[in-house]
């Protein structure tokens, strides 16, 4: 009797400390995802009452596609680039908005919480990748600590989670395609990861199957099962990132690096990338990647999309791309001259500190990658924000070849490399930093979200800097125009003109458009006929400035005229219900 009692006293005890050791793991995981939760929602708080600005106009004030889910099945047809207000094919972006305009209608403040929450899971995904890379890094070392992972993880989320950097895209209503396909990026490769965990072991590369492919192994109906569940899931996400915004098409690129570092003890290189891209899994992705690349260049290609490198060179190109890739890597750093629109110059000449600095500070993140070769974690978030950067280094001609939102997902590999560094500081020091740069970058992004406020705050704060682009300034004169201050608005049009012809863009034809617009508010008409004429030589189909001309030449009694360009308005668009109401 003695000692069954014992025996159940010993049970007992043992019962509660395998309880007490799950709570502390329950509490290991639950704290920081509450940490970096609150952490994003405090710092973001305050752009939940912002207005709809900037592309906001076209993409959702503007846009009746999305304010009525008769016209869903325009997602899938050409004339979605028409309608959509974007510029390529995203359609999950804009399904995204159809269901946002049914919940919120027109109030800002839904459509800003939407992205707020974006944001917030995001940087849950981040920390639950970090912690996957490192499980997966640390199964070929001989021991690790998982407090200090959880440690990495969550320090590499708050600085995702609060860099100013990433402000723009979580502000920017309309720039929420980066939200949704880092979501979904994040999402392909944690199935990745769990697939590699849970069904194949230590495939792909392991001491014990150095003689193996990936393909070979035998498992079990069950383990079948949640292969094809996860290696089905991982393909789908990454298709949906695709449908979100083109850039995610790094994603094979960046598993492959990763597998190739982590990988690469046990074989050599060339083996280890033989292995790799015969394994079931990256096939699967690069046939995703072509049939989405045959999707997006031949079955919904937008044929307006012709933009061409800067200057028509691409000697040109590499020159300018390099100076703008030094300007993100010291935004990066210093976060003070953010702006929504950079005024970018091309440079010509190779033989120019705007081009050899930032030479010279990639070759020396490159030799400091070589001599971390033996530290593959550091190695590939290096490598992660350069290969991510690719996309948006203007290979293919983009519209702006330079925009903070562009960081938003390349900005990981550098947070994760910040938080690998501070991880070797001394303790009292460590803390210090870490704290000193989570303080730094919440106030510098809280202000940030202020200048998004509505169009005004906007485009003067961003008129301040010397960054500013020629955009800023026409977008300021509007507003200014809106104001009722005209005069105002033509000198910042003059800016506009001046800016746009430093980097040799000389069809601004919006910009004489909105002169006309602050000449008729001057009661100049006249000049306002001369301005309107000169922006509709630059863009015949322009049917605004057409309307426009024609209102000018009704107030001076030209009936002929202002009919003539009230059916040239017409012939543009048949359906413009402007043009009718003013004949």
């Not at 027109?106 to 929450?117: F, T």
Request: hydrophobic content about 45%; glycine content about 2%; aromatic content about 16%.
């Amino acid at each position: 009797h003695n000692l069954s009692v014992n025996v159940r006293k010993v049970n007992y005890n043992e019962q509660k400390s395998m309880t007490k050791t799950h709570r502390k793991k329950l509490y290991l995981q639950i704290i920081p995802i509450i940490v970096i939760v609150a952490l994003s929602v405090i710092t973001y708080l305050n752009c939940l009452p912002n207005q709809f600005v900037y592309d906001d106009t076209s993409t959702l004030v503007e846009n009746k596609l999305v304010k009525d889910w008769g016209n869903f099945l325009t997602l899938f047809t050409h004339d979605y680039f028409k309608l959509s207000g974007e510029l390529t094919y995203r359609p999950l972006v804009t399904l995204s908005y159809f269901i946002d305009y049914s919940i919120w209608h027109m109030n800002p403040m839904g459509y800003h919480l939407v992205n707020v929450v974006l944001h917030v899971v995001n940087v849950v995904l981040v920390y639950f990748l970090v912690l996957l890379l490192l499980r997966q890094y640390n199964k070929t070392q001989e021991s690790h600590n998982q407090i200090s992972d959880i440690g990495l993880a969550l320090l590499t989320c708050m600085l995702f989670a609060v860099h100013p950097v990433v402000s723009e895209v979580v502000n920017m209503i309309s720039y929420r395609e980066d939200l949704i396909a880092t979501a979904f990026l994040i999402a392909s490769f944690l199935l990745f990861l769990l697939y590699k965990e849970r069904v194949v072991a230590q495939i792909p590369f392991s001491p014990s199957f150095k003689n193996r492919d990936v393909g070979e192994f035998s498992v079990s109906p069950f383990h079948r099962k949640r292969t094809i569940s996860l290696s089905a899931g991982a393909m789908a996400t990454y298709f949906f990132a695709l449908l979100s915004k083109e850039s995610a098409i790094v994603l094979p690129a960046l598993i492959f690096s990763f597998e190739l570092l982590i990988s690469g003890k046990y074989f050599t290189l060339k083996k280890t990338a033989q292995k790799i891209v015969r394994a079931p899994f990256f096939l699967g992705y690069i046939g995703v990647s072509i049939v989405y690349l045959i999707l997006r260049f031949f079955i919904l290609h937008n044929p307006s999309e012709k933009i061409v490198y800067p200057d028509g060179s691409i000697f040109v190109n590499m020159l300018t791309m390099t100076k703008v890739l030094g300007r993100y890597i010291t935004s990066i750093f210093l976060p003070f001259n953010l702006n929504a629109d950079y005024h970018v110059l091309y440079l010509k000449t190779p033989f120019t500190l705007s081009f050899l600095f930032p030479l010279f500070m990639l070759i020396s993140i490159a030799i400091i990658a070589i001599r971390w070769w033996k530290k593959p974690v550091i190695l590939f978030a290096i490598l992660w924000f350069f290969i991510s950067m690719l996309p948006v280094m203007n290979i293919i001609p983009l519209a702006n070849i330079m925009a903070d939102r562009y960081l938003y997902f390349p900005i990981l590999g550098f947070c994760l490399l910040l938080s690998i560094a501070v991880t070797y500081l001394r303790a009292v020091i460590k803390y210090s930093v870490i704290i000193s740069l989570l303080i730094f970058y919440i106030v510098i992004t809280v202000t940030r979200n202020n200048v998004w406020r509505d169009e005004f705050t906007l485009w003067y704060k961003s008129s301040q800097s010397p960054l500013c682009s020629f955009t800023t300034y026409n977008n300021l004169g509007t507003q200014y125009n809106k104001k009722g201050y005209p005069d105002t608005a033509l000198k910042c049009y003059q800016k506009a003109l001046q800016k746009a012809q430093e980097v040799g863009f000389t069809q601004y034809a919006t910009v004489y458009y909105n002169a006309g617009n602050a000449y008729e508010k001057k009661n100049m008409p006249y000049e306002a006929v001369t301005v309107y004429k000169k922006a509709i030589q630059l863009k015949p189909d322009y049917q605004q400035a057409h309307n426009n001309l024609g209102k000018v030449y009704f107030t001076l009694s030209q009936y002929d005229d202002a009919l003539t360009e009230y059916h040239n308005a017409l012939k543009i668009d048949p359906d413009f219900p402007y043009a009718y109401n003013n004949m």
